[in-house]
């Protein structure tokens, strides 16, 4: 059952669809299999930029299937606006577009619960995107979400909605001290929804099994990324599904032997959007430098990203949890200019050195990052079609990440055009 699974390895926003983008060539189906609109993935094609929240980044080649599958929480008219919004630039995608109608439906409620919550937490303040996405995988859990099924069915949605706004208005007008929300006009809404989904919906964990049957090539695109993971990541600074390649049998219908080969994405430093640990943090000039060299603004809020330099530990922890196969280091042209590159290498907590990535979050959070500097490089990089054409201390650098990790480098991007990348069957 030939299969490749493309995972962020950091906090998120590693460049996978770029990467995802640039090998969905060798694909017959691309998944997405988890999260929902609180991601995005940034793709650039010959000068145009698309931004995509649910579609899979496979929607800019012709002839690909492209699956929503049942581990994603979708925002219908969200998707329906990014489903619009590529035909309006001329690319059709709803025959080639499955939405599983086992996926739970994020709703109007969900987005304001979310903002009433955020800052409840335990007194803390997660830095959640406003989407609805954690409330969305709470209903889930309670078994009381709506799924796409039910958005398609009047008489199921009209039912489950009215129990599910009861429990919500109660908890807006007597917990948070707000206004209720209108059945009517929750219900209308959601059910033209449904009526403009419907052909999309698809038994999709079924149509996985088939295409990796009849040997297909099926490529699982992970959101965010492991350190965000709900049981594996910086919890509570977490998202509410799991975001690494565990993830992938459940939220797709699939057999965990059908993952296949894996492909970790990591920027050649770090960065983290919202609250949480986060050890490798730099403040002043060089994060402003690649802040603005890296484009490090969310594809999703906007908001700016905090930046880092490469943390080993986590990066290795991540690997090690994945299996992973080869690794995508991205973004390695913002790294041009600056004398020295730096990579966490440990953590100094309570006085005592560690080595390992601390997976309890209160010890990353008096953690101390130890840093080893390396030369830096001042040539553009963005020209070159071959690993031998980057420089010397560029090439020093992908080989320490790569030793220190033990996971060879399979992709190298030198800058956010398809064609600015260097992989390692082609060097």
Not at 32 to 48: D, L, M, S
């Amino acid at each position: 059952m030939p299969a490749t699974s493309v995972i962020g390895v950091q906090w998120g926003d590693e460049g996978k669809g770029k990467i995802i983008d640039l090998i969905t060539d060798r694909a017959d189906v691309v998944v997405r299999f988890q999260g929902g609109a609180n991601a995005g993935h940034t793709v650039i094609v010959g000068g145009e930029k698309f931004v995509f929240h649910l579609l899979p980044s496979g929607v800019l080649h012709e002839g690909k299937l492209n699956v929503i599958a049942n581990g994603v929480v979708v925002d219908p008219g969200q998707l329906l606006g990014e489903v619009e919004g590529l035909e309006s630039r001329g690319r059709e995608i709803r025959s080639r577009l499955a939405v599983s109608g086992a996926a739970h439906c994020v709703m109007p409620y969900h987005k304001r619960l979310d903002e009433y919550r955020e800052g409840r937490k335990a007194g803390v303040k997660i830095g959640t995107t406003g989407r609805g996405i954690g409330p969305a995988y709470s209903d889930k859990a309670n078994r009381s979400g709506i799924r796409v099924w039910d958005l398609i069915d009047e008489d199921r949605l009209e039912a489950k909605l009215h129990a599910n706004l009861d429990e919500k208005n109660k908890l807006f007008t007597r917990v948070f001290d707000g206004e209720p929300m209108r059945f009517d006009e929750v219900f209308e809404q959601a059910r033209v929804w449904g009526a403009r989904l419907a052909p999309l919906v698809r038994e999709t964990g079924k149509l996985l099994r088939e295409a990796l049957a009849a040997e297909k090539h099926v490529f699982f695109e992970g959101a965010q990324g492991l350190m965000l993971d709900i049981d594996h990541g910086t919890y509570p600074f977490v998202t509410s599904s799991n975001s690494d390649s565990l993830g992938i049998a459940a939220g797709a219908g699939v057999p965990p032997r059908a993952i296949g080969h894996q492909i970790g994405v990591a920027k050649a430093y770090c960065t983290r959007v919202g609250a949480g640990p986060f050890p490798s943090e730099l403040d002043g000039e060089v994060a402003d430098r690649l802040r603005e060299g890296g484009s490090e603004f969310g594809a999703t809020t906007g908001r700016p990203r905090r930046c880092g330099w490469f943390d080993v530990p986590a990066a290795r922890y991540a690997a090690a949890l994945c299996g992973l196969d080869g690794l995508a280091i991205t973004k390695l042209d913002v790294m041009t200019g600056l004398p020295e590159v730096g990579l966490v290498t440990g953590y100094r907590i309570d006085g005592e050195l560690y080595e390992d990535y601390p997976v309890d979050t209160p010890m990353l959070e008096r953690s101390e990052p130890v840093v080893t500097m390396f030369p830096g490089w001042t040539e553009d990089v963005t020209g070159a079609t071959r690993y031998q054409d980057l420089p010397q201390n560029c090439r020093a650098f992908v080989a320490e990440i790569t030793s220190r990790l033990g996971v060879p480098w399979e992709i190298l991007s030198i800058g956010p055009a398809r064609e600015s990348t260097i992989l390692r069957e082609t060097a």
